[in-house]
């Protein structure tokens, strides 16, 4: 990986910062994304001593506001001539219904909305950086998702484990449709799952209702390192060069969910992002379009 830039988002801790030491152990440059200058930058001081690797730079956002994921992208543009990886990573669990500063609901908003409106602001440089790669981090709840198109915010009726199944089905289904728009440009895009993993994750929901599921399986989960594999192998392996449109997991293809090989609801799910986050959802692939 020596040479190449990687932006891991949610590289402060969990899997992320896991697959931040991985990839810079390799040699890679690697930006790290988080909410908090201070926390962001401690990390980065343990990824570069753990990995021996000073090349480790910080970009601060919260990642759940499109104009924070608008500003970053920017900052990411200005300080990245090239970016040769991609790994969407940030995601969150939340037992009850909140909104974000765009009204939107938080699940949806960060896991799903947040890494297309990234990729779709990087993308440009992304080709222009081929072959380059975006890996977005699912899960195994992905198989469990329903894309519902008529209340996609939990309006009507919420429950945060069917918030987070559509969100990480809705990560699949963006990674294949990514993979059709991208189509010859030498860009590939892949989803994975990372393993039950003992991190952080859920640990902001006020609830804690996932604690004592969390706390039973602990014993069980793969370390950090462990559940980054996948997302490393991915980000890095020559074995999987113009792999493409794919699901993994333990850094094997898996079948995903019966619905995410379904071109018009891809299409759809589409449409409706761009629209959420107010960019152009037009079917042209991406590399005859201008960018915008
Ligand atoms: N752990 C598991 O068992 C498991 C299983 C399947 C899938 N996954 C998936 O794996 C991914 C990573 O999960 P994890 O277990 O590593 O979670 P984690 O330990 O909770 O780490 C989450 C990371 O995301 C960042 N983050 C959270 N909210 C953010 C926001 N609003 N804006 C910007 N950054 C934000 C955090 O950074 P700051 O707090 O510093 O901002 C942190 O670096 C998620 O997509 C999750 O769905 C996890």
Do not use: C
């Amino acid at each position: 990986m020596a040479g190449k830039t990687v932006l891991i988002t949610g590289g402060t801790g969990g899997i992320g910062k896991a697959a931040a030491i991985g990839l810079a152990s390799m040699g890679a440059r690697v930006g790290i994304t988080g909410r908090d200058q201070a926390r962001a930058e401690r990390a980065a001081t343990d990824i570069e001593a753990e990995s021996g690797n000073p090349a480790v730079d910080v970009f601060v956002a919260d990642l759940s506001s499109q104009a924070e994921v608008r500003r970053m992208a920017g900052e990411v543009l200005a300080a990245y001539p090239r970016l040769d990886v991609l790994v969407n990573n940030v995601g969150g669990f939340w037992a009850h219904r909140h909104t974000t500063v765009d009204g939107l609901e938080h699940t949806f908003a960060l896991n799903h909305l947040a890494p297309f409106l990234l990729t779709s602001l990087l993308l440009e440089r992304l080709t222009d950086s081929a072959p380059a790669r975006v890996v977005t981090v699912s899960s195994g709840a992905q198989s469990m998702g329903k894309i519902d198109f008529d209340d996609l915010m939990g309006e009507q009726d919420y429950s945060g484990q069917r918030a987070y199944n559509q969100s990480k089905l809705a990560n699949v289904m963006f990674t294949y449709e990514l993979a059709r728009r991208l189509e010859g440009t030498g860009v590939t895009a892949t989803a994975l799952h990372p393993g039950m993993t003992n991190t952080a994750f859920s640990a902001e929901d006020p609830s804690r209702s996932m604690a004592p599921i969390v706390f039973a399986a602990r014993p069980f989960m793969k370390s950090p390192k462990k559940g980054a594999g996948t997302a490393v192998y991915l980000a890095s392996s020559p074995k999987v060069e113009g792999v493409t449109g794919r699901y993994f997991a333990n850094r094997k293809t898996k079948k995903s969910h019966d619905a995410s090989y379904d071109a018009m609801t891809t299409g759809r799910l589409w449409q409706v992002s761009a629209d959420l986050v107010g960019i152009p959802g037009d079917p042209t692939p991406i590399r005859t379009r201008a960018s915008f």
